[in-house]
């Protein structure tokens, strides 16, 4: 007989491992997060699964004002990977609130907006209107923006100007929601900039946004993307990823880290945690695969159990262990599966 | 809600240039109405490519052993379609579907001339047939660059009154192009309504003749797509709305079935400066 | 029956186009080399098919003393990419140009030196023993290496330490020799330190080295590789060493750049020609398929030839030329393959 | 010279845990010697894995219809091995060989203990047909985890004097390890000299015991390859040279096969200090 997947009829038999996982002040009840971007205010995706099921939904940035994006092509697949220049197309933070934080409040999902802005008040305003909103549950700043104030120096490149964003929003949101800044990888130190954003108030990091790459049409001889650069994600980026995450763990040991960029199983999703993240955001995979989010939950779920942990949390950045150091209690390296 | 679906392939046979694949996917059939599409994985489990592929569906059947099979016709692209080429009955592939905004159906009896362009007929023939149960009449014109890519002829000839076919090379029917046929079509069937899908040059051509007459053009657009599902807004195109405001919608979710006057076809591929959003010198 | 590719035995019909590549004062046959690393010292890629069929032979980094790089594992296989941690194990250069260079200069290869040191006094010493070596044709300066005087700092990832190695290797190389600085992309702005080297004396620049990436084995629960981070290569690399190349060409518009990140076909090498490389380099795919040198060689000429190219130098940077310009004499975008 | 060629397979077959495929590679048989390995492309052409795998030659035919074939038998580990064990006759695999240093021969009759673990009889069958031809006797211990991995048992008895099983579970001969016999063997056969390939555990017992009776041993590691060409550098591990200064070498080019004593089993995976060219506090 034909095998079949179907959404939504597999309610994965959840091994008995607590995925609860804190991030600053706030617990969620499991580690796995949409990104940013790559899965729009959750609406579309909660088609294929109950999005509720998910730690939390992270919104496609939003900025202040309503944003047609780019020309296109906007898009362009590359080896294990795709280029985007989206242009932060959006509907603006007043629509924002009214329809897609609304309806995800609604819906009884944990919504982590990000935010996106030209310059530092464009975040302060961004924090402002989301005070209080229902149904927020954490805040990303997505830095990887051009400061029209600085002849379009990247936020995220440059450590005083991540730090100013940083401290305003952190000022301006209340307390109890924690604020997440996203980190580029384009940089020469990654350790510099977190500790910036932290230093300024930053409650956690997420860690990474995309590369900078470009590809060139070679029978029209022009670059593919209209925006000529873009962002490059997906699997092809893992390893850098991983890295960052690696090395920004080991700064600053002490600060959560939610950890992504080509996150395609629960394998993948373990390997960022051993790194140091406290959570993950499966982002491109989902343009493949739209039940992908709750899939590597559920792969997750299983890895860790099969490796005896009892708690996600123990998982979090153990590959740091110094060389001949004893694992936690339960924990054990998988042997030869054969 | 569309589902997603690791189908077995039941057949996968040649039809001119074109292949045509009939997919195991339970759920789809339920749910389809004409211009819908389905997004397939590509590559295997170890591929690097990452991206579904749309094509729009040709047929569904919800009934038999299978519980449900779509099919749909393709010709190879780029990589992704050449692998696609190369599989065999009892493989299996990932199908997301029925996805985006299918053909709006008239609720009184019209007459109705359906334009493709190469594969772009596929899902006009279903179309057709739901056009003939609603008691319509439906003309054809199809083309194609040559003779083996015109697709769904017979299945026309069955189902249409007129039926006109160009092709550029003259292997078939007139040579030239739908649009130069178009306008004695429609003035010969005296048509109230004209669906069209084909590329995109074709799908302009359409509405202009079809808005000269006074009429509406129903097309459905091809804009290159990652995920499909309305996430990632890569296929985005310039439409102007009700409101007389022009906003970039994604194809994939409010398509690809758009009001052809309604889609500005000067701008498509640009961000036009009235769109909501547009850039105001800043960047 | 069966189809068979055996090398040698293809003397592929090449496209009547003037491959020929003006590489700072020297002329190559051809634009296609190997790249540092990927291919030793080119006597193993001569079993299968002629090196003197390449425009250049890069060879490994070599240093002043023999190195024994670093402890296994040095390798894991990622998403269209590969991870490497060799740590320029070498025989030193004394070895090296008795047997190495002796070798490809008695072959007839045009031989590109790729140097690194932990100081500028070894680059320089190793520039000095390479003064005047017969077969000689262009030095390759790997500047991705730790600075043991500036605790570790990698060269490249400053503009100050790669314009002194620069200059210190530029001004004891004889002038008839081309010196190429070779960038690392793991930095904030790519184009800073181009100039700086350049500014230094650089005759042109290798882009790109690999991308700092790392791995974490699942199983052990430890970085895969011992030493823990790698280089990132193969075609996931290609859109970020694209952009790079674009970045560097439109910066400096008239400095040769030696382009390189994940070529595997004729096509990834246009690319990188059209975004502005006067010649490639062909790394990582050698090592799924040996011949590729040739075979991208082979490919490129047919893709130029189809595109209506007669010299190969009108192909580089075009992807630069203004919206609307038209195309030089000859060359044609490619329509619809159908 | 190694050849790189792609040819068609001619079988595939399943030999207890393990697979055994015969590809058309003119060019390979006619430089065999027992002990060459072949690397192998996997995945297809839009393959995320980019690196070869690396497989021991079980068997070489020079002439025939097909102008020469190579035949290796795999076990399913990792992603590529998975691919690999998909393939059908008539698809087409990319396949580069003979690579590697093969074992040696003795010049003179001898009497040699051939040790195999797992898939590593593979390549030690052919040596056994080799140094028999040489008027060399051949004795056999073939070790594995259990029965079903067991490779060439029936090949080996036709070929040898001796042949010792165990498996770790005791579902085939003694439960144990080749190690716990091998003494015994080689006592009761006072043979010359060993060869083994197997896991580096093994090799390095089989080493100590042969070394302990004065006799040589050759063995056939297998270290983690990224282009089994001798152009990466990723291969390597510590071997005492004939000059007695330990380098890190290529067991590509250098190896497969080794003398068991130059290899330094305590380093392995390590830079001991002494090595040519190790980092002196510095780095
Ligand atoms: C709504 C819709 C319906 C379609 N129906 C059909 C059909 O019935 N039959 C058919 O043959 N083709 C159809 N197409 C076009 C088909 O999707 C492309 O030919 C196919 O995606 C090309 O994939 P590739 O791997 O061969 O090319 P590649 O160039 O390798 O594709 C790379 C990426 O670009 C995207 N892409 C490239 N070209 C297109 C395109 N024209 N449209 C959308 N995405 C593209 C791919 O999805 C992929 O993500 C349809 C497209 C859309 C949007
Ligand atoms: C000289 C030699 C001879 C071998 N002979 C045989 C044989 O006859 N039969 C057999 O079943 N296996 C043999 N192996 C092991 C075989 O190469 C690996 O099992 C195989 O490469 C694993 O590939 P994978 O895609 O399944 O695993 P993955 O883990 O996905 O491989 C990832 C990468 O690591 C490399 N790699 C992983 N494990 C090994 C390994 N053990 N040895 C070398 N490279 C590895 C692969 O080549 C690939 O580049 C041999 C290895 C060597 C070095
Ligand atoms: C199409 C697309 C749009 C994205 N938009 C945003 C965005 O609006 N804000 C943001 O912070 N990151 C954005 N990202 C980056 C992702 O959130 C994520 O950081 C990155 O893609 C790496 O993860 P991945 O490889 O799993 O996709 C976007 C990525 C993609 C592919
Ligand atoms: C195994 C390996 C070893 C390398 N060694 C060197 C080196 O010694 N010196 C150097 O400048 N680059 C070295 N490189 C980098 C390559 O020369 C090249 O810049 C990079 O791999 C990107 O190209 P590719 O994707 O085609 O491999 C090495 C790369 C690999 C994969
Ligand atoms: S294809 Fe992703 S939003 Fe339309
Ligand atoms: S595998 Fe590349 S040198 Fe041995």
Tied chains: 1, 3.
Aim: proline residues 7%; aromatic residues 4%; glycine residues 12%.
């Amino acid at each position: 007989m034909t095998e079949l997947t179907v959404r939504r009829d597999v309610p994965a038999p959840r091994p008995r491992v607590d995925l609860s996982t804190r991030l600053a002040g706030r617990t969620f009840p499991n580690p796995v997060f949409t990104a940013s971007g790559c899965a729009a205010a959750g609406q579309e995706l909660d088609q294929f699964f109950d999005i509720t099921e998910l730690g939390g939904v992270v919104t496609k940035s939003i900025m202040l004002a309503p944003r047609s994006g780019r020309a296109t092509p906007r898009m362009a697949e590359t080896p294990s990977g795709m280029l985007n220049s989206i242009g932060l197309q959006g509907p603006g933070i007043d629509a924002f609130l009214d329809k897609d934080l609304a309806w995800l409040a609604d819906r009884g999902a944990r919504a982590v907006v990000s935010i996106a802005g030209g310059s530092v008040e464009d975040y302060t305003q961004l924090a402002q209107r989301l005070r209080g909103a229902p149904g927020l549950a954490m805040l990303e700043v997505n830095i990887s923006c051009p400061n029209v104030e600085d002849r379009g120096q990247v936020f995220a490149c440059d450590p005083r100007a991540a730090s100013e964003v940083v401290s305003a929003v952190r000022k301006t949101m209340t307390p109890d929601i924690p604020v997440f800044a996203k980190l580029s990888p384009d940089v020469t130190d990654i350790t510099a900039i977190a500790r910036a954003c932290v230093d300024a108030g930053a409650d956690g990091l997420s860690v990474i946004n995309t590369l900078l790459g470009m590809a060139i049409d070679t029978d029209t001889m022009r670059p593919v993307l209209a925006g000529v650069t873009g962002g490059l994600s997906g699997p092809a980026i893992r390893p850098v990823a991983v890295r960052c995450v690696w090395q920004v763990h080991q700064a600053l040991p002490d600060v959560p880290i939610l950890g992504m960029g080509g996150i395609r199983t629960g394998r993948d999703a373990l390997e960022f945690v051993l790194a140091g993240a406290s959570a993950v955001s499966v982002g491109t995979t989902v343009f493949g695969d739209p039940m992908a989010p709750v899939r590597v939950l559920a792969e997750l779920a299983q890895a860790l159990a099969d490796r005896g942990f009892e708690r996600f949390s123990d998982a979090v950045g153990l590959a740091h262990r110094p060389p001949e150091a004893a694992l936690p209690e339960g924990p054990d390296p998988v042997g030869d599966p054969a | 809600m569309p589902v997603q679906v690791l189908g077995e392939i039941l057949s996968i046979r040649k039809v001119g240039a074109y292949q045509a694949v009939t997919v195991v996917a339970p759920g789809i059939a339920e749910l389809y109405r004409p211009g819908h599409f389905v997004a397939v994985q590509v590559g295997g489990p170890e591929s690097s490519m990452l991206l579904r592929r749309a094509f729009a569906i040709y047929d569904v059947q919800s009934r038999g052993v299978y519980g449900g099979t779509v099919q749909f016709v393709f010709s190879v692209h780029g990589k992704g379609t050449e692998w696609l080429s190369h599989r065999k009955p009892q493989d299996k592939i990932d199908v997301v579907g029925p996805l985006g905004k299918p053909f709006r159906l008239p609720t009184t009896p019209v007459r109705a001339t359906l334009v493709g362009g190469g594969y772009g007929s596929a899902p006009l023939l279903p179309l057709a047939v739901a056009l003939r149960e609603r008691g319509c009449t439906v003309d054809f014109v199809l083309g194609a660059g040559s003779a083996d890519k015109l697709f769904g002829q017979l299945d026309a000839k069955r189902l249409a009154g007129v039926i006109a076919v160009t092709t550029d090379d003259g292997s078939a029917g007139e040579r030239g192009r739908v649009s130069d046929v178009l306008p004695q079509v429609l003035e010969r069937t005296n048509s109230d309504v004209v669906y069209a899908c084909g590329p995109m040059a074709m799908l302009r051509a359409v509405t202009e003749i079809a808005t000269a007459r006074g009429i509406t053009a129903q097309v459905a657009v091809e804009e290159s797509m990652a995920c499909g599902i309305g996430v990632c807004m890569t296929c985005v195109l310039p439409v102007r709305g009700e409101d007389d405001v022009t906003r970039m919608v994604r194809s994939c979710v409010e398509g690809p079935v758009f009001l052809g006057d309604r889609v500005r076809w000067d701008d498509v591929g640009t961000v036009p400066a009235d769109a909501l959003g547009a850039p105001t010198g800043g960047h």
